[in-house]
């Protein structure tokens, strides 16, 4: 049996009771670095608690036994949410399209397998196999940064935390947050530390967004506290959006055993995504408008180059204006230079916004001086003509437009769909 991921989840029992696992198997990386776990972003359908209780000729036969009809059962489990109704495949169907089993707990022993296990399923197969829609409508990119206290001292990226590997573990394909996770490695340690936390200046927070591609910042804070080594651990857990870290929601978990952390902060970071995603489609994870504003920039030698010789041929049709006795009064043209900020989600969709631009009657050119790809780019725009004229014109194309001081907020006017019906997936158990 071919398995492409074996990953390591401790389960929880009431308020997160850990009982020992025997023969637990693990993905994880050697520790001592920031990257020791890898980010899963997979995106995978995941079928959890799924219980086999299996007996075989040797250890090694029965815990096969026992993975084969957790596949089989996960199946028929998916099926039914997803479809509402059975579904069967080959196992050699199944190995194709499963992603990994995640071990919440098990047993072995000479010659039989006892476990809770769960299924990852690989989502655009088992979507199509299902026939059923398996795009999630996502928000824009949000910096995700575990922040995480322990004896008295916070830290991001400045050394590892079990907090930091929580959050790569976390399967985040079926949320409806975008996040921008990173694996704490180059300058991540030196731009994103405890002390960036308490800075709200948004200009160095757009520098810090641009260069990771997100739009805006959510922090998740965790802070530890610890009864004795090796005894009860408490979490508080604290979900915090944008630079002002704005309070989204705030809970305490508590496990009884202190080699139970990994399943603390799990049942913390499922219970954090749970509160992003209902700010987010409540309307408060609203992205910082601060944050989307672009100081001017210097212009380039070729926007000056542009503009002197739209000022130049302006200077001549006035003159050619004045010295035609048959005109009664002499044409003037008024050339100046704006800012435009569009939405770029792709490299494709810069380059048809500065053509569609381009095409703008009055429009002398049009070049992006500030590119952020799945953000909001800025172009300098020369327009014959006053910024009103520009958004009259925009909005003939089309465009939605949002004028501020010599500034225009232009994004496509977006079709109106009817969405698909929403599918309820439960928490894992």
């Not at 998740?220 to 009860?232: D, F, I, K």
């Not at 790809?373 to 009103?388: C, E, F, K």
């Amino acid at each position: 049996m071919q398995l492409s991921r074996i990953s390591l989840t401790l389960g929880l029992a009431s308020a997160l009771a850990i009982a020992g696992a025997a023969g637990v198997v693990t993905a994880q990386g050697p520790a001592g670095g920031a990257s020791a776990v890898p980010i899963d972003a997979s995106g995978s359908f995941e079928v959890s608690g799924v219980q086999v209780d299996v007996s075989g000729k040797d250890a090694e036969t029965a815990r096969e036994g026992g993975w084969r009809i957790a596949q089989r059962k996960g199946w028929d489990i998916l099926a039914q949410r997803l479809a509402g109704k059975k579904s069967t495949l080959s196992d050699s169907a199944l190995d194709a399209i499963v992603t990994g089993i995640v071990i919440e707990r098990e047993q072995i022993g000479p010659n039989r397998y006892v476990a809770r296990l769960g299924v990852l399923f690989d989502r655009n197969k088992s979507g199509a196999i299902l026939g059923v829609a398996v795009a999630v409508s996502q928000s824009p990119p949000m910096l995700l940064l575990p922040l995480e206290y322990s004896g008295g001292v916070g830290r991001v990226f400045e050394r590892e935390t079990a907090w930091a590997r929580a959050w790569n573990r976390f399967r985040s394909g079926g949320s409806t947050v975008d996040y921008v996770r990173l694996r704490g490695t180059g300058p991540d340690a030196l731009l994103l530390n405890s002390g960036q936390m308490l800075r709200r200046g948004r200009n160095w927070w757009r520098t810090v967004l641009d260069q990771y591609g997100a739009s805006d910042v959510l922090i998740a804070e965790v802070q530890l506290r610890r009864e004795y080594p090796g005894g009860p651990i408490v979490g508080v857990f604290a979900a915090n959006h944008g630079p002002d870290k704005q309070p989204i929601a705030g809970f305490a978990l508590r496990v009884d055993n202190g080699d139970a952390l990994d399943a603390l902060l799990d049942a913390g970071v499922q219970r954090l995504d749970k509160a992003y995603q209902e700010a987010l489609s409540s309307g408060v994870l609203r992205t910082d408008s601060l944050l989307a504003t672009r100081p001017p920039q210097p212009k380039t030698e070729e926007q000056k180059k542009a503009e002197a010789e739209a000022e130049a041929a302006a200077a001549a049709a006035a003159a050619a204006a004045a010295a035609d006795p048959m005109l009664d009064t002499p044409m003037t043209t008024t050339t100046a230079s704006f800012t435009l900020q569009v939405e770029t989600p792709s490299a494709a969709a810069l380059t048809a916004s500065e053509a569609a631009v381009r095409g703008v009657p009055g429009v002398r050119s049009a070049a992006t001086t500030s590119l952020a790809l799945g953000g909001i780019s800025v172009m300098r725009v020369v327009y014959d003509g006053p910024i009103a004229g520009l958004r009259a014109a925009l909005e003939a194309r089309g465009w939605q437009v949002q004028e501020g001081a010599g500034v225009l907020r232009i994004r496509r006017a977006a079709a109106t769909a009817t969405p698909p019906p929403a599918t309820e997936i439960p928490a894992p158990q």
